[in-house]
């Protein structure tokens, strides 16, 4: 496991912890930055499904990396699956094999700041994500570019939690 996933993942708990604070979240991305074991992390997230309880967060070390939480679609996950996922916006879709982290049961994927997945992303509407394996969910875009573009400029300033100490 990355040592940059240990602090998504502080994020992610974070989050789900949070998780009635986050509902407005559910209409638009946000930017904030949240507590884990490394310290403090940026995130970009936005919460939806059909019952509000799935998330797409983005956290950047090195490079940035995505995590998709299905929500309560996801409790029967084993460990050590990975998916393929299609991000459908715009008419334009990205397919991405998004790895599990078995520990927070959500799926995370490294990415390039310029990959064509956070172009999607920053774009206008709305965006499912789905398999055929795992369901899909949609998610408002509203305030993503300005949530991600912070999250970017953070790209090679934070430190991973291994370094941290």
Not at 6 to 18: D, E, I, K, P
Not at 36 to 50: I, M, Q
Not at 114 to 124: E, Q, S, T
Not at 136 to 151: D, E, P, Q, T, Y
Request: aromatic fraction near 8%; include cysteine.
């Amino acid at each position: 496991m990355k040592a940059g996933y240990l602090v998504v993942a502080g994020a992610v708990a974070a989050l789900q912890a949070a998780q009635p604070a986050f509902a407005a979240s559910c209409s638009g991305w946000s930017a904030k930055m949240e507590e884990d074991e490394g310290g403090s992390v940026l995130t970009a997230s936005v919460c939806g499904g059909p019952k509000g309880d799935a998330y797409l967060m983005l956290a950047c070390f090195d490079k940035p990396v995505l995590s998709y939480d299905l929500g309560t679609s996801g409790q029967q996950l084993e460990p050590g699956i990975s998916g393929a996922f299609d991000f459908k916006a715009d008419g334009k879709t990205v397919t991405k094999t998004l790895q599990l982290e078995a520990m927070y049961n959500y799926f995370v994927v490294d990415l390039e700041k310029a990959d064509p997945l956070l172009d999607l992303l920053r774009g206008k509407g709305d965006v499912s994500v789905g398999s055929a394996k795992y369901g899909s969910n949609s998610f408002a875009l509203k305030g993503s570019k300005g949530a991600i573009g912070k999250v970017l400029a953070q790209c090679g300033k934070a430190k991973p939690a291994a370094d941290a100490d």
